[in-house]
Nanobody
Framework: QVQLAESGGGSVQAGGSLRLSCAAS????????MRWHRQGIGKERELVSS???????EYADAVKGRFTISKDSDKGTLYLQMNSLKPEDTGMYYC?????????????????????WGQGTQVTVSS
């Protein structure tokens, strides 16, 4: 199972920047997407950005042009660079690994659709 640990959250003023990090290990060789989600108070959790094994990335319309997802494979770390932050970006940000194909790791079978989540890191943007 993947171990995920987010860091880098904090409080910034609107227009500022933060970089979130997610230390991730496991599922080597599997078809995975590494994703960032967020959840504001009283809101549903929403997908912010995805990075697929082939390097393709996707972004929610609300963050396109402002956020960049990337990965350092040597360090096993996923990043989310967030620029031009807005108060509506406030929320708990979660790192997520999603298997889009079934995979076996160290003798353990994981079905397609399997998810692992980190504990989250809080981002607060003030106006």
């Amino acid at each position: 199972q993947v171990q995920l640990a987010e860091s880098g959250g904090g409080s910034v003023q609107a227009g500022g920047s933060l970089r979130l990090s997610c230390a991730a290990s496991g599922y080597s060789g599997c078809s995975i997407a590494m994703r960032w989600h967020r959840q504001g108070i009283g809101k549903e959790r929403e997908l912010v950005s995805s990075l697929f094994r082939d390097g393709a990335s996707e972004y929610a319309d609300a963050v396109k042009g402002r956020f960049t997802i990337s990965k350092d494979s040597d360090k096993g770390t996923l990043y989310l660079q967030m620029n031009s932050l807005k108060p509506e970006d406030t929320g708990m940000y979660y790192c997520n690994v999603w298997l889009y194909r079934a995979c076996s790791v160290n003798g353990t079978y994981y079905a397609a659709g399997h998810n692992d989540w980190g504990q989250g890191t809080q981002v607060t943007v003030s106006s």
